[in-house]
Antibody
Framework: QVQLQESGPGLVKPTETLSVTCTVS?????????WGWIRQPPGEGLEWIGS???????YYNPSLKSRVIMSIDTSKYKFSLNLSSVTAADTAVYYC??????????WGKGTTVTVSS | DIQMTQSPSSLSASVGDRVTITCRAS??????LNWYQQKPGKAPKLLIY???SLQSGVPSRFSGSGSGADFTLTISSLQPEDFATYFC?????????FGQGTKLEIK
């Protein structure tokens, strides 16, 4: 069973860029799957950030679109999320996930990112 | 954006109870509705997709129904491991928005 593992900075300063990477345990990153990012602020619900196909096509949440870039490196079995100009409101657990376009059936354990000076 | 509203927001029940959670979309979404279970400190787990399809490995006591704008998740006989928070999600159009969650607690 494929496993996903997020890695992130832990702490990011306001106005800086948050970068989180998801490492995929097998070659499924090169096959017919979508790769997504979802976040969860402390004590709150889930927010869909966006998803991308292995060919690089992307779908972003309009509320974040001006600040988000997703990328994929199939040779390294990794995909990444960059979120620019962060504020305290971006403090959350960031999850990566795999699925088809309509649902995500494999999730990473999540990485906590705190935005604070 | 499509808004998803779950009810109730919290629910107390006992082991063996039959429980139903409702999710309503702000517009019709066909059957593009997923249900996830999340336990404290853990990632969400997919239970049901396209409204009524049971994800592999999920116990058959979980079932989903509905189409259009109104959906339900039913747990036929609550087990101790079912006490968790449940989220619905629409995937009819991006952004694939989630409901606010229903916390299922032990009575």
């Amino acid at each position: 069973q494929v496993q996903l593992q997020e890695s992130g900075p832990g702490l990011v300063k306001p106005t800086e860029t948050l970068s989180v990477t998801c490492t995929v345990s097998d070659n499924s990153i090169n096959s017919d799957h979508y790769w997504g990012w979802i976040r969860q602020p402390p004590g709150e619900g889930l927010e869909w950030i966006g998803s991308m196909y292995h060919d690089g096509s992307t779908y972003y949440n309009p509320s974040l679109k001006s600040r988000v870039i997703m990328s994929i490196d199939t040779s390294k079995y990794k995909f990444s999320l960059n979120l620019s100009s962060v504020t305290a409101a971006d403090t959350a657990v960031y999850y990566c996930a795999r699925g088809d376009f309509y649902h995500m059936d494999v999730w990473g354990k999540g990485t906590t990112v705190t935005v604070s000076s | 954006d499509i808004q998803m509203t779950q009810s109730p927001s919290s629910l107390s029940a006992s082991v063996g109870d039959r429980v139903t959670i409702t999710c309503r979309a702000s517009q019709t979404i066909g059957s593009y509705l997923n249900w996830y279970q999340q336990k404290p400190g853990k990632a969400p787990k997919l239970l049901i997709y396209v409204a009524s399809s049971l994800q592999s490995g999920v116990p058959s006591r979980f079932s989903g129904s509905g189409s259009g704008a109104d959906f339900t998740l039913t747990i036929s006989s609550l087990q101790p491991e079912d006490f968790a928070t449940y989220f619905c999600q629409q995937s009819y159009s991006t952004p694939h928005s989630f409901g606010q969650g229903t916390k299922l607690e032990i009575k």
